[in-house]
């Protein structure tokens, strides 16, 4: 755990701005914990000159991407410039011990006044501890507009927990859920081909072509993150694999089945890049970057990877294939937001804490964190023009306009399948990605091994319904269409 | 007189020499507490602290409180999973009992020649992956084993070994015994130097005597050099069976317990329920649990070979 102090710097526009703004926020509301007349009342906050914001607030927070540290550092910086007499105290930890130690802190009652809770399910076991506090105080048409229009929905947002605002985005929502079908333009083009494939069957076609080709130092395609690959085919064939137009468990589709066997088959032909099978996260793209890869269905964040290893690479981003007979599916978004930042319900200056929560929710702090990592982040406003202008990022944003809709999601609706899907969804025993990957490098009928997922699945159903009878009307959305969004 | 100049001075030396072994005592026991301290906080209180989150169904998170008696331990040794492991584990163990061990031993009489010039630079470059860090050889070899571009399989396709590139760590068939000879090869030197430590226990003067007496090298091996090291051939077994049933850090940085779980051993089957943030709720209780197994399973399988060990060194003192 490392912990730095508020440092100093000169004044500039932008921070008299968010100062401003943060005393806006804070003025007018009816804070959590404090009292409206007397700033004092809460915790050691006090009202500066003409009723600023004064006092001591620390925030934990993981130190990445590379180069975070800096960069929140300078960012908490200006937001105290804004607000002399603030100081904020950074703790940092490692992002796979970050829950850990929140947990630790608030057991020694020395919890953070703000901290990053890194996704909806450390959100809602905070949230049940009460830990969380509500930051409804801060939703007014300003902090509303920042935001894609209607993603703050309580049953959809992602950032609500019983119908309260607790939590505050980073990245942009969709940019988990599109997936890129990544080519090398030059190797197309070395292979007679002018565009990425379109179908399956052009797929396996170019993908053929190009490994033949290669003589063993060129390969057309990697089954790297197959289940991007089949979301087109089946929008529910991830965990819990549950059919949310049925209430069935459902990975034993045939359409799932038949957009394995593309796979499998390239596999069994020689076609895949040897070696796949043992890659760690970040060798496709290094794969890619060094043109020994032509092909592969990829994270967004794998675009900006491949521009630093090779800036000139001839890039091309384009949509998933799509199975012959047509599009079945889209790629399944959730919730319109992934919960990041929250504040703590114990804060001792809950003013100030809110303050730097509306900090961290401004479109300068969306836009400084876009134009340092090049993420796109959860204000649109404050990075859509730019990104238009950049090739890549326009190329992203073109799938993700065509390839996303939305879906029931089970947990939020909150109608009592919650528990269910939390523990199904964490279930590592659950994960059809082994049942891909196994009859891929095995060669085996991926048929069978789904369906013994699909009855372990029904199985837990059956037992959670020994409590909630309702489970299976609650997993089921009949009148939902997968080619729409789905509408509460 | 005479008895009092000699019972007198002994009076005030009894509770000086009492006073002086008690401060001894007493230092020694000062100087135990840090051990003792810290033998307590991270040896002892893990165990008994697995042992009992292993009755819960615990995240991690949180005191434990939802009691599950032995519902891990069940789900554990039912899963398909877990033996998969299991054995992957145990056939680590098997190599470096029945290859690394032997091989090790035959090479330290080598080495223990005093005959052969620059044996000590042959014992460091042997003892140098011992002393490398794992994470830099699990790179290196994944590079080195690579299908495509890779030095071995250029050089196996270069000299006609092979029609086509062999998939090294990416064929669930081929994958486990590639990493178990990684594995013999990193753990190689510390068992050469254990055995180089034993033979130079063997007195010079019985090679002298077997000499005088006739004997060939075969037989100075089989009725001196095996009897005098067999005491600490038992030492050297149960530590290398040890390390190698404990192996983690080689896996988790060259496959991560893939392709589809062939080189998963319990360490990273345990590491994979508790700390991979890739599953959503980690399962501190069934990991504990599966510790636990594990733990006894060692030493049930430690504890078999002492009796064995015992008896073949009975055989041989007689």
Redesign the interface.
């Known amino acids: 755990m490392t912990t730095t102090r508020g440092s100093s710097r000169g004044f500039s526009r932008r921070s008299v701005l968010l100062g401003a703004g943060a005393v806006m926020a804070t003025a007018g509301c009816n804070l959590v914990g404090g009292g409206d007349d007397d700033p004092t009342d809460a915790g050691s906050a006090s009202g500066g000159e003409g009723g600023g914001l004064s006092g001591e607030i620390t925030v934990a927070l993981v130190p990445d991407p590379p180069g975070a540290s800096e960069f929140y550092r300078a960012q908490f910086d200006l937001f105290q410039e804004a607000n002399p007499g603030v100081t904020v105290n950074i703790i940092e930890n490692p992002s796979d011990q970050q829950l850990n130690a929140l947990e630790l802190m608030f057991q020694q009652g020395e919890g953070p006044d703000v901290m990053r809770v890194q996704g909806a399910a450390a959100l809602t076991r905070f949230y049940d501890r009460g830990w969380v506090a509500p930051l409804d105080d801060l939703v007014n048409d300003d902090f509303t507009a920042r935001f894609p229009e209607g993603s703050l929905e309580p049953t959809s947002s992602g950032l609500h927990r019983e119908g309260k605002l607790v939590s505050i985005p980073l990245v942009w929502g969709d940019w988990g859920y599109t997936h890129l079908w990544l080519y090398n333009t030059d190797i197309l083009a070395e292979n007679g081909y002018d565009a990425p494939p379109e179908t399956w069957s052009e797929m396996v076609e170019m993908a053929t072509t190009i490994t033949e080709n290669g003589g063993g130092s060129v390969f057309g395609v990697a089954p790297v993150s197959v289940p991007y690959f089949i979301e087109v085919a089946q929008p529910f064939a991830q965990k819990p694999g549950i059919n949310l137009t049925t209430g069935e468990p459902d990975l034993a589709n045939p359409n799932v089945v038949a957009s394995v066997e593309v796979w499998r088959q390239l596999q069994a032909d020689g076609v895949n890049m040897p070696g796949w099978e043992s890659w760690d996260g970040g060798r496709p793209f290094t794969e890619f970057a060094a043109g020994r890869l032509a092909m592969y269905p990829s994270a967004t964040w794998h675009v900006a990877e491949i521009r630093k290893l090779a800036p000139d690479i001839g890039l091309g981003i384009a949509s998933m294939p799509l199975p012959d007979s047509g599009r079945v599916a889209y790629a399944a978004r959730s919730a319109a937001h992934q919960p990041i930042w929250s504040m703590s319900a114990e804060s001792a200056n809950p003013e100030l804490a809110l303050a730097a929560m509306d900090f961290l929710g401004s479109v300068d702090f969306y836009k400084a964190y876009y134009e340092e990592f090049g993420s796109f982040t959860a204000s649109q406003v404050a990075w859509e023009d730019q990104a238009q202008e950049n090739e890549d990022q326009a190329g992203i944003l073109a799938v993700a306009a065509t390839d996303i809709r939305t879906a029931p999601n089970p947990e939020l609706l909150a109608q009592g399948a919650e528990a269910f899907w939390a523990d199904a969804g964490g279930n590592a025993d659950l994960d059809v990605k082994n049942a891909y990957l196994e009859s891929i490098v095995s060669n085996v009928d991926y048929e069978p091994l789904a369906a013994a997922i699909d009855t372990q699945v029904e199985a837990l159903i059956v037992q959670y319904e020994a409590e909630n009878a309702d489970l299976r009307s609650q997993l089921t959305f009949a009148d939902w269409d997968p080619l729409e969004d789905y509408t509460a | 007189m005479t008895t009092a100049a000699i019972t007198a001075p002994s009076k005030p030396g009894a509770p000086s020499k009492t006073r002086a072994r008690r401060q001894a005592v007493l230092w020694g026991w000062l100087f135990l507490v840090p051990l003792v301290v810290l033998f307590t906080a991270f040896s002892l209180w893990p165990i008994v602290a697995s042992w009992a989150y292993a009755f819960f169904d615990w995240d991690?998170?949180?005191p434990p409180e939802v009691f599950v008696g032995l519902d891990n331990f069940r789900e554990a040794l039912n899963?398909s999973?877990f033996w998969n492991a299991f054995w992957n584990s145990f056939l680590f163990s098997l190599g470096a009992l029945f290859i690394e061990l032997p091989a090790a031993l035959c090479l330290a009489m080598l080495l223990n020649n005093v005959l052969l010039r620059g044996r000590n630079i042959y014992r460091l470059a042997i003892f140098l992956p011992v002393v490398s860090t794992t994470a830099v050889i699990g790179l290196v070899i994944?590079v080195l084993l690579?299908?495509?571009?890779g030095v071995v399989n250029e050089v196996l396709l270069g000299i006609g070994l092979v029609d086509r590139?062999v998939?090294f760590?990416?064929?669930?068939n081929v994958?486990l015994p590639t990493l178990v000879v990684v594995d013999i090869w990193k753990g190689f030197g510390i068992t050469l130097i254990y055995w180089l430590a034993a033979l130079q226990t063997v007195p010079k003067d019985l090679y002298e005597a077997a000499k005088l007496d006739g004997a060939g090298a075969r037989q100075q091996l089989a009725n001196i050099t095996i009897p005098v090291i067999m005491p600490i051939a038992v030492v050297v077994l149960l530590l290398t069976f040890q390390r190698s049933l404990n192996t983690f850090d080689l896996v988790q940085a060259?496959?991560?317990g893939?392709?589809?779980?062939s080189t998963d051993v319990l360490p990273t089957y345990i590491y994979?329920?508790a700390?991979?943030?890739s599953?959503?709720?980690p399962r501190y209780g069934f990991a504990c649990a599966v510790g636990v197994i594990f733990g006894v399973f060692t030493l049930i399988i430690t504890l078999l070979q002492g009796p064995l060990l015992a008896g073949r060194l009975k055989r041989t003192a007689a």
């Open positions: 991690g998170v949180g899963s999973s994944a690579a299908p495509v571009g590139p998939n760590l990416g064929d669930p994958a060259v496959t991560g893939g392709p589809i779980f994979r329920y700390f991979d943030a599953i959503a709720a």
